[in-house]
């Protein structure tokens, strides 16, 4: 009985302390990057004029297949609202349909990956695979994703896209803020950014394009709705964007200012606030377990071999050979006691 | 008890039953075909997952099984923790339920992953990711699935405990069983602990994605509703396992005891209920049930199929006395946890500006349905070859056939054999898995 006692009172001991294993630095919460300090995109939405060398200079910069001057040329492609996939990080829309008659021209749209301030999709990936770098890029490494996709689930632009075609390695793909090309160009600005002919895209820091956003809306409110999408969407993204239509009808999603991991690390590191919860838990459990249990029961199972009546009033005989397995075990104990 | 059950059809002459088996073996065989084709050619050849949808059929059937396994950790907490020894019989039926369960999460799980020769990777301190809901879900299920193991490795020595041909497996299982009996206290206690932990996670998983999960069911508490409704599936499932595992071994299940046990669910299921209601009025998303809509319609399919009305039948006295009827309310309440998890995960994932609805493709179909099927005949073999069933049966006063999977010809024999004077064991059920 002592000994129970002892080996019972010992393994709350040691659940409390295994416990923490199984959602270890749950409570050490990543320090979120600096936003002002960190690099972003202002697109102004009223400059583009769908010309694509952004596509080109993306697909160019990343590897993929390049997109030669006739298709360029070819703007049939426009018409279709397409989003960045696995083979192209950004692309050009054209929204013509859903804006009022009055404005009479089509707005073009580039899309990508936002880099969001306090993105969704770091917090969701459970391997750290996806990591936001201080100068304000969400990049991803291949070598550590499991595939399991959780990012594009709570992306809330639907930026990452996956090479589902990709049999033995598929990739999460999105823009990676052309991390790493920096030293290659002696010049950190994205190929995008560079390609641009129209100056429609400017790289700086966020807090200076935030600045000279709002500078551009009050110097002339005739061509911008007052709306810097991205300011403060979701938390606030790297990349903001300059409008002369509402956003919602540009396809922009219209969204919330909290950064959503705000919310769900909040209620996850309540629940495994240095591991107390948790552990609290198990010791109750384990406490009740000692409390309430019956000291009946507690008999030393036979050591002599034959036929064995087990702790849990399970009778085992030997199986008789070429015959499948008998059913032979019942539990006495448990009709018993009705 | 002489009846000669042969592994996978017992006694000769019962056809309907080789009839199911056949049935169960070949959606088996389909589902593993469905295997081969994912892991052959792809995700992309193999599913309907696209650029908005990258959770599907598979994923669904992944929580699910996990919420029907929950089972496991609420009959260790009642007959363990809380020493309820009347209901020691249903523990290694639940057990089994809850250790296949898992099984074959995980190998569901691996088909879905892009890379899951990388699954392995959560355990690596330096990928460690405490903020993401999903590693709190890896650990423990990863934990949880090495407990059930434990806990099933007394039934696995007990078995050739006393197999006096080979003295030394013999020697060695009884080794072997009485260090796990040892520890079974600790093992027990994790075991409830982690899962209450992860089958919470697994609803915080989409606190994450406000914007994208329908208002009907996203709300911060999503994770103790969760957890609710595992702990309100548990018990269900398992009484409908005894059931049926009764019917195919024609040893029927003890109904005074499943009755007492259901009477307990009426209380869980308007717990959650409840909260449920509660929820949805203060956030105000009751609006949203007004317009008919696909989600809306599920969600009233899922509260009152799946919910309501299993609370009203459980708690009616003669629905807790038939089997047939008890068996059936079990039953919907377990498919009302699965359509809420498909709800959260399938139909209320609502990403802007998707072309077009996920439907699930036939491979997906394929493999969700033959892993089932593997579920349900490994379940048997199982039971068939280890102590599974220890109930005694007393009298089965009435038994409607509704909806249940084994039919049996020779329900009067079973009877008949279920109330022979039984073997006296000695000891009372004590603390042992
Ligand atoms: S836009 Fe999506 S993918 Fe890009 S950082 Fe934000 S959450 Fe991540
Ligand atoms: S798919 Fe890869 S990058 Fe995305 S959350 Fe999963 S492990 Fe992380």
Known sequence: MELDRRAFLKSVVIAGALEPAAGARASVGEARPAAADAMGVLVDVTKCNGCRRCEAACRAANGFDALSEESLKDRSVLAQLRQPGAADYTVVNEITAALPAAEGRSVYVKRNCLHCVDPACVSACLVGALRKQPQGAVTYDAAKCMGCRYCMVVCPFQMPAYEYENVLTPQVRKCGFCTGQAQATNDDAPACVRACPKECLTYARRSELLHRAHTRITEQPESYVDHVYGEHEVGGTSWLYLSGVPFDLLGFPTLGTAAPPRLSEAVQHGVFSHFMPPVAWCAILGLTMWLTRSDRGESAPPESPGPVVHDDGFVNRLPERGKSHEFDGECVGASERQ | ?433
């Open chain 2, 1 to 433: 008890m002489s009846s000669m059950e042969s592994v996978w059809a017992p006694r000769s002459g019962s056809s309907s039953r080789h009839a199911a088996t056949a049935l169960l073996a070949g959606l088996a065989a389909v589902g593993v075909a469905a295997g081969l084709y994912r892991f052959g050619l792809g995700l992309k050849a193999s599913t309907n997952l696209d650029h908005f949808y990258p959770w599907g059929l598979w994923i669904v059937a992944d929580v699910s099984f996990i919420a029907l396994a929950a089972g496991g950790f609420v009959t260790a907490a009642v007959v363990h923790v809380l020493h309820r020894e009347r209901y020691h019989f249903l523990v290694r039926p639940a057990l089994l339920t809850a250790m296949l369960g898992y099984t074959f999460a995980c190998l569901l799980l691996a088909a879905d992953l892009g890379r899951y020769y990388n699954i392995w990777h959560p355990i690596l301190p330096h990928m460690w990711q405490g903020n993401s809901a999903l590693f709190e879900v890896g650990m423990c299920v990863m934990t949880y699935l090495v407990v059930l193991y434990l806990e099933f490795v007394p039934i696995f020595c007990q078995r050739f405990v006393s197999d006096r041909r080979h003295p030394r497996l013999s020697r060695l299982c009884a080794g072997v069983d009485r260090i796990a009996s040892r520890c079974m206290s600790f093992i027990i206690v994790l075991g409830v602990g982690i899962s209450c932990l992860h089958q919470s996670s697994l609803g915080h998983i989409f606190v994450l994605a406000p914007t994208k999960l329908h208002p009907l069911w996203w709300t911060p508490i999503l994770s103790l509703l969760f957890l609710l409704s595992a702990v309100m599936t548990g018990l269900p499932t398992v009484i409908l396992v005894c059931l049926l595992a009764g019917r195919s071994f024609r040893k029927p299940a003890p109904m005074r005891a499943l009755g007492e046990v259901a009477k307990y669910l009426p209380v869980v299921l308007s717990i959650y209920l409840a909260i449920k209601v509660g929820d949805l009025l203060l956030r105000g998303a009751l609006v949203h049930l007004m317009q008919l809509s696909l989600p809306s319609l599920m969600l009233l399919v899922e509260l009152v199929g799946g919910v309501l009305g299993p609370l009203i039948l459980l708690a009616l006295p003669r629905v807790r006395r038939s089997p047939g009827w008890l068996g059936f309310a079990a039953l919907l309440v377990m498919l009302g946890v699965v359509i809420n998890r498909a709800n959260v995960y399938w139909i209320g994932f609502q990403p802007v500006g998707a072309p077009h609805r996920y439907v699930p493709s036939l491979a997906e179909w394929a493999f969700t349905a033959g892993m089932v099927a593997a579920l349900v005949l490994l379940w048997r073999l199982e039971a068939a070859r280890f102590s599974i069933i220890g109930w005694r049966s007393d009298r089965v006063t009435s038994w409607l056939p509704i909806l249940l999977l084994c039919r049996s010809s020779r329900v009067g024999a079973a009877v008949a054999v279920a109330c022979k004077p039984q073997r006296r064991g000695r000891s009372p059920c004590a603390l042992s898995v």
